[in-house]
C-alpha cells in the first residue's frame, strides 16, 4: 500500500517505526516518488515488502531457538539445588533470562501477525495529531519536543539494554560453560562461547532492543494524548475563569456554546486514538509487563538466595542489583505516562460550566 505518513507524526516516530520497517515488523511506507515508479513496477514494492517480512521470520527464528535454549537451562538448574538453598527461591533467580529471551518472542510474534491493525494505528494517529494540534506553530513545538525524546529514548534503550547484555552475559556465558563441560544432559548442540554468544545476540539483545521500540512507540503515543489533554484543559479552565468573572449574555453563551462543540469534537478524537491504542498495545503491555516484572523478581530473589555466601556480595551483588534496577525502570519510569493520561482525563471530567451559567 503506497500512503504517505502526515510529516509531523512521522517525524516524532522515526526512529521507533524506522526500526521496526526494517527489521520487518511494521509495513514499509513509501514515498511519492517511489509510489509512482511502484505505479508502474508494483511487483518491486512486493519483492521489497517480501524481502522485509523474511527479515523478521529470521528474527523470530532466532528468538525461538534462544527461548529453546532458556528453557532447557531453566529446566535443568532448577533440578541442580544446593541443599542450602531455598528451591523456591533458587527457581526465581534462574528464570529472569528465560522471561528476557521470552518477552521480545511474544511481543514480536504480536507485531508481525498484526501489519494491517498497526498500518491502521499508523494512520487514526496521524488523524489525531492533525486535528487535536491543527495551530502549525503548535504543532511544529510538539514535534521538535517529542521528537527529542523519541530519539533519546532509542539512545538510551540502545545503550541500557546492550550495557546490561555486556555486563550480565559474561559471567553468565562463563557459567554455561561449565555446565556444557559438565555435560549436564541439556537437550540443546553443544556449542563454544562464541557461537554461543551470536546466538544470544540475534535471538535476544536485538529483538530485546525491538521490543523496546515497540514499548516506546506505546508510552511516546500515551505522552501525545496526554499532551493533547493538557491542551485542552488549558483552553477549558480559561474558559471557565472567564464564566465566573463576567456576566453571561445570550452572545456570551452562544459563543461558549460553540467552544464546547469543539471541545467534544476533539475530545471524542481523544477517546476513539486512546481506543485505537488500548486494542492494538493491550497483550503487547500485559507481556512486556509480565516478563519485566518475573525478571525483576526473579534478580531480587537472587539477592536474597545469595546474600550471605561468600565472596557473592564482593562479585555479583553489583551485577544483580544494576539487573533489578533496569528491570525496576522500564516497569516504573518508562509507564509514567500511562498514569499522566489517566489524572489528566480525571482533571478535565472535574470542570464544570453549569453551575456557573445558571444551569442545574
Known sequence: MCYVMADDISAIFLPQWLTLQCAGFLPLTFGDQFCRFAGKHWRYQQMISTAFKLVGLFWLFCQIITVYIQVQLFLTGSGVIDKNDNWILKALEIMPYTFI?????????????????????????????????????????????????????????????????????????????????????????????????????????????LSQQVYFWAVLSASLLATAIKTLHHQMKEQLNAVTQDTFTYTSMHALNEKVLAWQKLY??????????????????????????????????AIINNFQKDGWIE??????????????????????????????????????????????
Open 101 to 209: 529471551a521470552a518477552r521480545p518472542l511474544g511481543v514480536l510474534i504480536i507485531m508481525y501477525t498484526t501489519h494491517k491493525a498497526s498500518e491502521r494505528l499508523q494512520v487514526i494517529s496521524a488523524h489525531f495529531f492533525a486535528v487535536c494540534f491543527p495551530d502549525i506553530r503548535r504543532r511544529r513545538h510538539v514535534v521538535v519536543k517529542w521528537q527529542k525524546v523519541a530519539w533519546t529514548a532509542f539512545f538510551v534503550t540502545f545503550l541500557i539494554h546492550f550495557g546490561f547484555d555486556f555486563y550480565a552475559s559474561y559471567d553468565y556465558f562463563r557459567a554455561m560453560g561449565s555446565d556444557f563441560d559438565a555435560d549436564l544432559g541439556l537437550k540443546y548442540p553443544r556449542m563454544n562461547m562464541r557461537w554461543l554468544f551470536i546466538t544470544w545476540t540475534l535471538g535476544e539483545g536485538i529483538p530485546f532492543f
Open 268 to 301: 471524542m478524537e481523544m477517546l476513539k486514538f486512546c481506543h485505537s491504542l488500548q486494542h492494538f498495545f493491550s497483550w503487547i503491555l500485559f507481556i512486556i509487563y509480565c516478563c519485566d516484572s518475573a525478571s525483576l523478581l526473579g534478580y531480587i530473589a
Open 315 to 360: 562479585t555479583r551483588l553489583s551485577l544483580y542489583a544494576f539487573s533489578a534496577l533496569v528491570f525496576a525502570v522500564y516497569g516504573t519510569i518508562f509507564a509514567i505516562p500511562f498514569f499522566v493520561v489517566s489524572e489528566r482525563v480525571r482533571a478535565i471530567d472535574d470542570i464544570r460550566f453549569r453551575p456557573h451559567i445558571g444551569i442545574t
